[in-house]
């Protein structure tokens, strides 16, 4: 567990506000407790799921909400990284300093924040159903060429 004192920011108000699944609510504060001094979590999907019970497709889920969000960021596979606002650290120091270096686009103290989310959002399904659109016409074009060639075969006698 982490005995890190120190955030940024308390965010709960706000984190209330964006309406996120409870699977994500659920994995930010586990990767939360688990992450070192600045954010960063060494964990991966399987590790998480255990943790909550929670299956890989509802991990992934989650950590999808947290990205969408700001909240959490995949650096690469098994390790991710805290919103620097939401992060603990060893200072009030090491927070502020965090918090300054990081891009303006990422804060969470945005006036914008919670519509910027819902955008995100509503951006990734609008691409997803775009995704699958492609993937049911690729789909019936591949059954109306089978059909066209089995309507092309002539019986041999």
């Not at 407790?33 to 799921?49: F, H, N």
């Not at 819902?118 to 691409?127: K, L």
């Not at 492609?134 to 041999?156: D, M, N, P, Q, T």
């Amino acid at each position: 567990m982490s005995t890190l004192k120190w955030s940024a920011t308390n965010a709960d108000g706000l984190l209330a506000d964006l309406d996120l699944p409870p699977a994500a609510y659920r994995a930010l504060l586990k990767l939360r407790a688990r992450s070192e001094a600045g954010g960063r979590i060494a964990m991966d999907q399987g590790t998480l799921g255990e943790l909550l019970g929670l299956s890989r497709p509802s991990v992934n889920a989650a950590l999808r909400e947290l990205e969408l969000a700001k909240l959490v960021k995949k650096v690469r596979n098994g390790v991710y990284q805290i919103n620097p606002m939401l992060a603990g650290y060893n200072s009030p120091e090491d927070a502020l300093d965090a918090v300054k270096a990081m891009p303006k686009a990422d804060r969470l103290d945005s006036k914008t924040y919670v519509k910027d989310y819902h955008r995100a959002v509503a951006a990734y399904q609008d691409q997803l159903a775009e995704q699958r659109k492609k993937r049911a016409a690729v789909a019936a074009a591949k059954k109306a060429a089978a059909a066209k060639r089995r309507g092309s075969l002539h019986a041999v006698s």
